[in-house]
T-cell receptor, first 110, second 115 residues
């Protein structure tokens, strides 16, 4: 079992829908990252969370440290949101390396 | 936008060849990383560096080697490529903030196919 599990693995939505991607982890962490990977392979960091909630545009990320769970929400989804969304956690204190989930492939249809 | 570059973007090569994947960043970051990612799978750390002349092996065993002679440059070398090395290789860098708040910036990746 991976230390970082994401669900769903694949998600297809219609433009405008509200989307939720989930991430559960089984290790103690100092931070959790949400990343976006485009078809060409490039990865962009969306959020870094250690508690609570962050919002950037149409993206919202939440984390519940006690439940070891984080969610990434996309409001008013758009075809350009189509990408793989990756959850990664930093374990072992501030100098720990990142542990990655397998990603959730999102496809938003017009 | 991150200033981290990888070349080549795509490489098809025969078994037994020596290859070097280049990674450069212009942000002055001390920390650099190499990840390997198979299709549909998670990223695995294969090498990292905390600065010039510092290199460490990552969580995933790899037959590749790295060097860090200059801050901005972190090349990865395979002495004798094999089909099992076919994968995507992603380079990343981050400031050494010594806190959990550091963000990694990723390059565009190199897709390697060994025939």
């Amino acid at each position: 079992k991976n230390e970082v599990e994401q669900s769903p693995q694949n998600l297809t939505a219609q433009e405008g829908e509200f989307i939720t991607i989930n991430c559960s982890y089984s290790v103690g962490i100092s931070a959790l990252h949400w990343l976006q990977q485009h078809p060409g392979g490039g990865i962009v960091s969306l959020f870094m969370l250690s508690s609570g909630k962050k919002k950037h545009g149409r993206l919202i990320a939440t984390i519940n440290i006690q439940e070891k769970h984080s969610s990434l929400h996309i409001t008013a989804s758009h075809p350009r949101d189509s990408a793989v969304y990756i959850c990664a956690v930093r374990s072992g204190g501030s100098q720990g390396n990142l542990i990655f989930g397998k990603g959730t492939k999102l496809s938003v249809k017009p | 936008e991150a200033d981290i570059y990888q070349t080549p973007r795509y490489l098809v090569i025969g078994t037994g060849k020596k290859i070097t994947l280049e990674c450069s960043q212009t942000m002055g970051h001390d920390k650099m990383y190499w990840y390997q990612q198979d299709p549909g799978m998670e990223l695995h750390l294969i090498h990292y560096s905390y600065g010039v002349n510092s290199t460490e092996k990552g969580d995933l065993s790899s037959e590749s080697t790295v060097s860090r002679i200059r801050t901005e440059h972190f090349p990865l070398t395979l002495e004798s490529a094999r089909p099992s090395h076919t994968s995507q290789y992603l380079c990343a860098s981050s400031e050494d903030k010594r806190t959990y708040q550091e963000t990694q910036y990723f390059g565009p990746g190199t897709r390697l196919l060994v025939l």
